[in-house]
């Protein structure tokens, strides 16, 4: 699946393999959680993490959103620069259509970022 992404975190871009994961828009429990390349986002570390606990939003239109608490809060250069100044990012995505994440998953994942921030 990070294959398709050219190893970089689709957020922030940050191309160290070791610091990627293959995160899943849909949790692999959920119906229509499959891992497959429709269901999935390269991502480093930090925003795997704030992704899946919905600290970070991805809007259908490919756009980050960072959760609105976490936007007033202050601290060091992780928090400013590794999250805050993600808000509003456009994602970088694989440039093959078929490897892009699916818009409908990506629209129910959206839902649930939306009730929670
Ligand atoms: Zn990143």
Redesign the pocket.
């Known amino acids: 699946m990070l294959r398709a992404y050219e190893t970089l975190?689709a957020?922030?871009?940050?191309r160290h393999g070791r610091l990627l994961d293959a995160a899943h828009i849909i949790g692999d429990r959920a119906e229509g959680g499959e891992p497959v390349v429709p269901n999935g986002l390269s991502?480093?570390k930090?925003?795997h993490a704030a992704f899946d606990t919905n600290l970070l939003g991805i809007s259908p239109d490919y756009r980050v959103q960072i959760d609105g608490d976490l936007l007033a809060e202050t601290d060091g250069p992780m928090l400013l620069h590794?999250l805050q100044e993600m808000h509003g990012r456009l994602l970088t995505l694989p440039s093959r259509h078929r490897d892009q994440p699916d818009l409908a998953r990506l629209e129910q994942r959206w839902a649930a970022f939306g009730q929670v921030g």
């Open positions: 975190c957020v922030c871009t940050l991502m480093c930090i925003h590794g």
